[in-house]
Every structure is written in C-alpha cells, then in structure tokens.
C-alpha cells in the first residue's frame, strides 16, 4: 500500500507563520495527505474545524487572537465541538515550555517541538494513529490521559492530590 | 461534611471516533514507517529551505530597521518570525538568539523598563551575524549568547538564571 491510499485524510494547520504553514503543508501532501486546510489563528481553526471535519489538527501555540491553548479548550469542551476527541498535536518552541503543561491541560494530544524536523512529524502522526490515548473526563477537565503510564494493580478511582476537594475541608 | 471530586471517568479509544479505521492502522504505520515517506518528506523540507533561509534573511534585515529606529514592537516580531522559523532551517543560533531577544523585551515589559538599547542591538547584531554565517553560526552563536544573557540578566538586575529563563 502506498502513501497514495491514505489521500482521504483531512489536516487542519492553525498557524500564523505563512511560510511554517506552506512548509507544514509540503510535508503533509509529501506524505499523501492532499486534503490540508489552513488558517492563521484558532477562532478561524474552529470555524474550519466544524466546516472541513479534519481528522488531525496541527497547531502552533502563541497566536492571535486566539492561540493554540483556548483553540484546544474550546475543541475539546465547547458545546458546538463538531470532534472533541480530536487529535491535536501542538507545535512548540523551546521558548514556550513554560505554556507546555497549560496546553496539556487543555488537552493537547501530541506535541511536537521546534525545530520541525520529518522524522519527528512522523512519530508524532504515528503516535496518534497507533497509540490513541484514553479520555479522561472529570471536574475541570476533559481530553487525553495526561498519564502514559498506568500504575499497575492500582484500582483506586482517585489519581491526583486534588482529586479531593479542598484538600477534605469540613463544610 | 466532607465532600469529594467527581469519580474520573475513562473513556477507552475504541468508544469514540478514529482516525482511521482498525484495519488501515496498521497500513498506515507501516507506510509512514517506510524509507520512502521519510525519503519525499525530507525532499519536501529541503526543496523549502533556501526559500525558507531567505525569508529569515529578510526577517534579520527588517528586525535591525526595526530595532535602528527603536521600534521596539515591532523588533519583537521580527524576533518572534525568526526564533519560529530559523532553528527548523538549521540556523539554530540565530533562532536562539532571536529568542533571547524576545524574552529579554518581554522581561523588561513586564518590569515597565524601557528596553535597553544596548542589550537590543547586541542581540540584533547577533542574530544577524549567526543567520548570515551558516557554518560557524551555532559555535559563535552560543558563545555570544552566554554574553548577552549575563548582560542582560545585568541590565535587568536579575540573576543570568532568570534571563535564561
């Protein structure tokens, strides 16, 4: 089978940077997949998101008005969200690691980081067509599994120091 | 009374919508695996890279207008274009240095500073020089970096850890 038998798959690129979308673009159609939708912040990614019904999103992180973390929010929670099971893949550089662990919690499935190189496009596209992550839904968030790793023989449904509210405050 | 969380609910990959159906997954990986896909997709990125090189040369040269005429605002994006664009082109230093330069105008907005000129040009100049000089671009680059952060950690009256930072 070749790279030609996977054409119907749909990319969305949200990015400000031209020339990162046009370079972006080159590597998804080299791989096959023609049908690559792009726009230049994450309101207009949402508006494609629900036209075009792309199978994976890549997004950069700083844009405006909207940047790449309120865009995955709002996938992920919005009441409109055509998918919020999306994979999204987030594009970063080494300056924002800082915004890194924001973007997870709003639900980023993937990150792949600056400098873009093909293998590491590869892996990531791999990554989420051959790994899907779980879904977690609970109070406060909704999108992949932070956690890659389960613990083994753990049954307990509380995985987080504030998975109690209010660290057991009396009411 | 105590009061506890919502039980998390996990919701298993094979209960909401694929990618791609079960029986191409495999299919997939495998051609995306495939010398041949990581052979077109490294053609396509370099087909792009002189065209991308230039459009950061261009970058460089609006960003010392920029920084001459002491717009700082518009310094910090062409700053920002660059430190996107460089390091994916191989001009590591250049894109780190841009950086530098937007962290150190961000760190002395957040301190209501007037950035300094000094330590503008200096990262300016840098940048230039290290995306204008492929290939002793990231040894000279890193050593003037080190300098511009202790310079600027200095200007900022902050440790050089924060400047990194």
């Given at each position: 089978m070749s790279l030609a038998a996977f054409d119907y798959l749909k990319a969305l690129v949200v990015e400000d940077n031209a020339h990162m979308r046009a370079l972006l673009r080159s590597l998804l159609h080299a791989l096959g997949m023609k049908q690559v939708y792009e726009c230049t912040d994450g309101q207009q990614g949402y508006q494609e998101l629900r036209e075009r019904k792309p199978d994976f999103v890549l997004t950069d992180l700083s844009m405006k008005p909207v940047d790449g973390i309120e865009f995955t929010r709002k996938v992920r929670s919005g009441a409109?969200?055509?998918?919020?099971?999306?994979?999204?893949?987030?594009?970063?550089?080494?300056?924002?690691?800082?915004?890194?662990?924001?973007?997870?919690?709003a639900g980023v499935t993937e990150f792949l980081a600056k400098p873009i190189t093909v293998q590491n496009l590869l892996s990531r596209i791999i990554e989420i067509v051959d790994r899907p992550r779980p879904f977690v839904r609970c109070d406060g968030y909704f999108g992949p599994d932070r956690r890659r790793h389960r613990m083994e023989g753990y049954a307990g449904p509380w995985r987080r120091a504030d998975d109690f509210n209010d660290d057991l405050a009396l009411r | 009374?105590?009061?506890?969380?919502?039980?998390?609910?996990?919701?298993?990959?094979?209960?909401?919508?694929?990618?791609?159906?079960?029986?191409?997954?495999?299919?997939?990986?495998?051609?995306?695996?495939?010398?041949?896909?990581?052979?077109?997709?490294?053609?396509?990125l370099l087909a792009r890279s002189a065209q991308l090189?230039?459009?950061?040369?261009?970058?460089?040269?609006?960003?010392?207008?920029?920084?001459?005429?002491?717009?700082?605002?518009?310094?910090?994006?062409?700053?920002?274009?660059?430190?996107?664009?460089?390091?994916?082109i191989g001009l590591v230093a250049a894109g780190r240095i841009a950086n530098k330069l937007c962290l150190y105008l961000d760190a002395a907005a957040a301190r209501s500073q007037a950035p300094d000129r000094t330590v503008v040009m200096l990262h300016v100049d840098a940048a230039a020089r290290a995306a204008r000089a492929r290939d002793e671009a990231t040894q000279l680059g890193d050593a003037?970096?080190?300098?511009?952060?202790?310079?600027?950690?200095?200007?900022?009256?902050?440790?050089?850890?924060?400047?990194?930072?």
């Open positions: 409109d969200s055509p998918n919020p099971y999306i994979p999204i893949v987030m594009i970063t550089g080494h300056t924002e690691r800082p915004r890194v662990e924001a973007a997870r919690d | 009374m105590f009061s506890r969380r919502r039980k998390a609910q996990f919701i298993d990959p094979k209960s909401y919508p694929a990618m791609l159906k079960p029986a191409d997954v495999a299919q997939f990986v495998a051609v995306l695996r495939s010398e041949t896909a990581a052979r077109r997709a490294g053609r396509a090189r230039d459009v950061v040369l261009d970058y460089v040269a609006s960003l010392e207008k920029a920084a001459q005429f002491g717009d700082w605002a518009e310094t910090w994006l062409h700053a920002h274009e660059i430190r996107g664009l460089a390091e994916t003037i970096l080190n300098e511009l952060e202790a310079l600027a950690a200095y200007k900022l009256g902050t440790s050089a850890e924060m400047a990194a930072e």
